[in-house]
């Protein structure tokens, strides 16, 4: 009779959560992609998040030496920013549950988190079919809350459009975990289009200017779709996702990221003419006397114009961000500060992750946070000069990513645009990308296309074209 111990009953609990093939990991992410929308409603779509990262990071850990010195590079920002608030902490009166509840802001775990996705979407392939098709089908949603919304906010007249969900209710008492816990597809806008009025969509995140830097991860990702009707549909998504947003940053952004993606995509002949142009088209500006600088001044104003309050506001922020800053140059402030307006919530340190990390962890967070940048945009060109598709449009989302860096705190954006950041880390591995779709799949089906739940089989999806656009 063979006994079973308490511990050989654990592990065996355990043995049957685990996905050891790269296939698994991408059935679970793509799964999770699709029912979105329902976690969303429910309350629980941030902090399922969090742990989906957590598990597949657990279950299989990058295996390659430099991935993870990347991971490790990532991790130690959050630890650094950690030193700082407790070193800051330390001159106060503060009780530990103060501390307890600072060690887990998004300016410490953000960092951590975006180390352990990279490191988990590297570990289990996820920049494959399967995954840039759930992309799509994210952008898909996005597209159709769009047009509901726009019907709502000009037909109906609404203009803001909450979802009570059940976990918002029980967190009705704390207002930060509240946050989190809430469902709001839009708010209202302060922009149209041809005469219609656009609100601010919110729907999957926090803020409209997370929708954005998911529609730019979406736009990027659908280059990898070989199918092209549904490549066509994940374009549509991300700029849906980018208008909807209202954010000036992913306006700015997206052209930025079609210009490093046509740029590393290029063959060299192309590349040739295109640096012949453009150096043409700097001496017209000699030859002219116009001046590119005078252009992007005036372009920067007109932008700012067209949100006075929200720049006026920012600019505050980042003065007085660099203020804190010059004060305790080494180790910051730890955390973010009091409001710059009496009644809008805009603290020193927030709404740019550049300011801000120099504001809350000095020099020293800001120079691990650069380092880990710059390892990982490097790790990705190199990556991307070998012709590889996923490579370019990862690095043409970290393009845009730079951007955002200097507007948006981009640590809070890590969980809420998880499938970009798995994407980013998946697009390091050397693996072909999976020719087999089977359960749990969105399938990129053969000459068809389509999104299908199987009880196996497969679609023998070819890897996507590296020749073409």
């Not at 079973?4 to 992410?29: M, N, Q, Y």
């Not at 459009?161 to 008492?173: K, S």
């Amino acid at each position: 009779m063979n006994i079973i111990l308490p511990h050989h009953s654990v592990k065996l609990l355990f043995s049957r959560f685990k996905a050891p093939l790269d296939e698994d990991g991408a059935k679970i992410v793509s799964a999770f992609t699709v029912i979105m929308p329902l976690l969303w409603f429910m309350g629980i779509l941030s902090f399922a998040s969090i742990a989906l990262a957590v598990w597949l990071f657990l279950n299989r850990l990058p295996n390659s030496g430099p991935i993870i010195l990347l991971v490790g590079a990532w991790i130690l920002v959050g630890v650094v920013q950690g030193s700082s608030v407790f070193y800051n902490w330390s001159m106060t009166n503060e009780s530990l549950a103060h501390l307890a509840r600072r060690l887990l802001s998004y300016q410490i775990t953000g960092w951590i988190l975006l180390g352990l996705v990279i490191g988990t979407g590297f570990a289990w392939n996820l920049a494959n079919p399967r995954i840039v098709r759930a992309a799509i089908i994210l952008g898909l949603y996005i597209t159709i809350f769009l047009i509901l919304s726009v019907l709502f906010y000009n037909v109906m007249g609404i203009s803001r459009l909450p979802i009570p969900t059940p976990l918002g209710f029980v967190l009705a008492g704390d207002s930060r975990a509240a946050f989190y816990a809430r469902a709001v597809i839009f708010t209202r806008g302060d922009w149209a289009i041809s005469g219609v009025s656009l609100p601010r969509g919110v729907l999957f995140y926090p803020w409209p200017t997370g929708l954005g830097l998911a529609g730019i991860g979406i736009f990027m990702i659908a280059f990898c779709e070989n199918n092209l009707k549904w490549r066509i549909i994940g374009h549509l998504g991300g700029l849906s996702a980018i208008i909807f947003s209202g954010s000036r940053a992913a306006v700015i952004a997206l052209p930025i990221a079609l210009a490093i993606y046509s740029f590393v995509r290029l063959p060299p002949l192309l590349l040739c003419i295109t640096l012949f142009v453009f150096s043409a088209v700097g001496m017209v500006f000699l030859f002219c006397e116009i001046n590119p600088l005078v252009l992007f001044e005036q372009t920067s104003e007109a932008v700012s114009h067209a949100r006075l309050g929200s720049s006026i506001g920012r600019d505050l922020i980042y003065e007085y961000s660099f203020r804190g800053f010059m004060e305790s140059p080494f180790f910051g402030k730890g955390w973010i500060g009091a409001s710059v307006h009496p009644t809008e919530e805009l603290p020193i340190g927030s709404h740019s992750t550049f300011f801000g990390v120099l504001y809350t962890g000095g020099l020293t967070t800001f120079t691990a946070l650069i380092v880990a940048s710059g390892a990982t945009i490097i790790t990705t060109f190199v990556k991307a000069l070998q012709g590889d598709t996923t490579a370019c449009a990862s690095l043409s989302i970290l393009g845009a990513l730079v951007l955002f860096c200097y507007g948006e705190s981009v640590f809070g954006m890590i969980q809420p645009c998880l499938i970009v950041f798995f994407f980013i880390g998946g697009a390091l591995h050397n693996k072909a990308p999976l020719k087999d779709v089977g359960t749990w799949s969105i399938s990129p089906g053969g000459g068809h296309g389509g999104m299908r739940s199987s009880l196996g089989g497969s679609d023998n999806l070819a890897p996507p074209d590296r020749t073409r656009w």
